[in-house]
């Protein structure tokens, strides 16, 4: 049980140091994680069925790992609004660039000064 | 002056976290930092596009003006002489360029320059079928003279009527074969050969000409030369438009005469030549100095303290300025005419003024025109600005020229890395949408799995934490 819980606290704390730049790192970590969590709802309906109580310490960790979760959600999303917002800037850049090069594209009509 | 260039406008970021502050404040620098760089590439290439515009517009508005005063100088210089001829239904004045009046008698116009034009006599059966030689070889005769080589129809298909006039004219001799279709009777197709210029010229085909040296019927007329007396000289011209007889004037026989009818052409002075000139000259020199005055003071465009705009303006004050080198008569163009309203800088020509003139006051004016450091330099230093190649106006084209390919230059190199920028973060987004969309389900499954526990272990389902929806951008309390 205490494996588990390590499992739970241990990869949800790399996924709050990890950056984004470490994809394969960070998805290795998500699978163990989701491992982990999976394996603890079979532990604690185990427990239930066995009718064993099962301790505060043990909840307080899950429920403190959840709290990290949340923050590392938080984080993600915040960072992907950043690059979404980072994406339609480009996007703006890239019309007002393409706007500047048809003014420099001579019209083809236009009086030529060179003969 | 520079158009209001696009902005690009950061989003405005709404977040839970207390940094989402510095996040908004992060893209809106980002962004502003991006779009300086594209705002002054904006306004680069935007004032270039105007300075072009305008540049163009005074560089035909001083062409114009060098083209008029040109055509003054050459009025004053040939005392606006133009030719007229008495009678121009039967000879035409094409070009006078005469230095001095004179008239000269045209009589006896016996003929018009014509062209020559046969056909055959004989029709044929078929165009591309009928033979039209006995031997496959003929010969085109123009003028008693044997064209050569002799025509070769020995070849597949070529002995007939079409394949005949493309032989002729392979030749080049100055005429052209066709075959004609009257569609009617057995024989419909026949060859018409006429010489392409005016002229006296016979035209001959002769078939077999090694051997039996057959006339090919041949009906029509033989081309005629114009023919007439020029002063009293018998000239003979196989063209109707005379270049050489006079020189200084071309003129076109367009009638013959009877009897002792005469043709005098002239060539008289025409002050109207002048007035014409002068009105032009004023109407383009205001729209000249319009464009001009838009560009100096306080409200100037963006060709301000641009060194031809001062140049031209000089030149302009050189040619108001100008005086002849007599002592009476017209000296000025104010004596002409031109009046320039002090507080407007408005020229305007009085023709009242011009027309009071005396015969002997116009005849100073041919000399104000002709002086050769007057009208034809003044036009001169308005051409140095105007000229399509050499001039100033399109040297200062050419830098814009090159400036604008310089910023192409750049702004291709920002549309590259722009556009490597999207992608990467078109593909770090799908990333980021992967990632969060898992560890929602992760946090979906531990909140269940603590709900669980609370149930088992207490009784109670609440976990007393919050679980985070991204898209709503607010936490709820779980279970």
């Not at chain 1, 590392?72 to 890239?94: G, P, Y």
């Not at chain 2, 367009?254 to 005098?264: D, E, F, K, L």
Request: charged share 10%; glycine share 8%.
């Amino acid at each position: 049980m205490q494996e588990l819980v390590q499992s739970l606290v241990h990869t949800t704390a790399f996924l709050g140091r990890a950056a984004q730049d470490e994809p394969d790192a960070v998805e290795r970590a998500l699978a163990e994680r989701g491992r982990a969590i999976e394996a603890i709802q079979r532990l604690i309906a185990a427990e239930a069925s066995a009718g064993r109580a099962i301790s505060e310490a043990f909840a307080g960790e899950l429920t403190t790992a959840l709290e990290k979760g949340r923050q590392i959600l938080v984080r993600l999303t915040l960072a992907r609004e950043l690059m979404r917002s980072d994406r339609l800037a480009v996007e703006r850049e890239l019309q007002v660039l393409n706007g500047i090069r048809r003014l420099c594209a001579k019209p083809s009509g236009s009086l030529s000064l060179h003969g | 002056m520079a158009t209001t260039p696009s902005t690009l406008t950061p989003l405005t970021f709404t977040g839970l976290s207390p940094y989402a502050k510095d996040f908004q404040s992060i893209i809106t620098r980002s962004v502003d930092i991006a779009q300086l760089s594209i705002t002054q590439l904006n306004n680069e290439a935007s004032d270039i596009s105007s300075e072009e515009q305008l540049a163009t517009g005074i560089q035909t508005a001083v062409g114009n003006l060098a083209t008029t005063l040109s055509n003054l100088n050459s009025l004053g210089s040939n005392q606006s002489l133009s030719g007229t001829s008495s009678n121009s239904s039967l000879v035409q004045v094409n070009a006078s360029s005469l230095a001095s009046p004179a008239s000269f008698t045209i009589s006896n116009i016996t003929s018009l320059a014509s062209t020559a034009s046969y056909s055959t006599t004989n029709g044929y059966a078929n165009a591309t079928s009928t033979a039209v030689s006995s031997t496959g070889s003929m010969q085109l005769v123009i003028n008693g003279t044997a064209v050569t080589p002799n025509i070769d129809l020995t070849g597949s298909g070529n002995n007939n009527l079409n394949g005949l006039a493309s032989a002729i004219n392979a030749l080049n001799a100055g005429v052209t074969a066709t075959v004609i279709n009257t569609g009617t009777g057995a024989t419909p197709y026949f060859l018409s050969i006429s010489a392409n210029t005016t002229g006296s010229k016979t035209i001959q085909l002769v078939d077999d000409p090694n051997g039996a040296q057959t006339q090919v019927a041949l009906s029509g007329t033989a081309g005629a030369n114009a023919d007439f007396y020029l002063q009293g000289q018998h000239i003979v011209s196989p063209t109707n438009t005379i270049t050489s007889a006079i020189p200084g004037m071309t003129f076109t026989i367009a009638g013959t005469t009877s009897g002792n009818q005469t043709v005098t052409l002239s060539a008289a002075s025409d002050s109207s030549q002048i007035s014409d000139q002068l009105e032009t000259f004023v109407n383009q020199y205001n729209s000249l100095q319009q464009l001009l005055n838009a560009q100096i003071g306080p409200k100037a465009g963006l060709l301000l303290g641009n060194s031809m705009i001062g140049g031209i303006q000089q030149a302009l004050h050189g040619i108001m300025n100008f005086r002849g080198g007599g002592t009476s008569g017209v000296q000025t163009l104010e004596d002409l005419g031109m009046q320039m309203a002090d507080n407007t800088g408005v020229m305007s020509f009085n023709s009242a003024t011009f027309d009071a003139l005396t015969p002997a006051q116009i005849q100073t004016a041919y000399s104000f025109f002709a002086s050769p450091t007057g009208f034809g330099t003044l036009a001169a230093t308005l051409t140095s600005y105007s000229d399509l190649v050499t001039g100033s106006i399109a040297g200062q084209e050419t830098q814009w020229t090159t400036e604008t390919t310089n910023l192409s230059s750049k702004i291709n190199t920002l549309v590259d890395q722009a556009n490597q920028m999207q992608s990467t973060l078109a593909a770090k987004l799908q990333a980021a949408d992967s990632l969060i969309v898992q560890m929602q389900t992760q946090q979906q499954a531990l909140t269940a799995a603590i709900q669980s526990l609370n149930f088992t272990a207490f009784g109670y389902s609440n976990t007393n934490t919050s679980t985070f929806n991204p898209s709503s951008g607010s936490s709820s309390s779980g279970g």
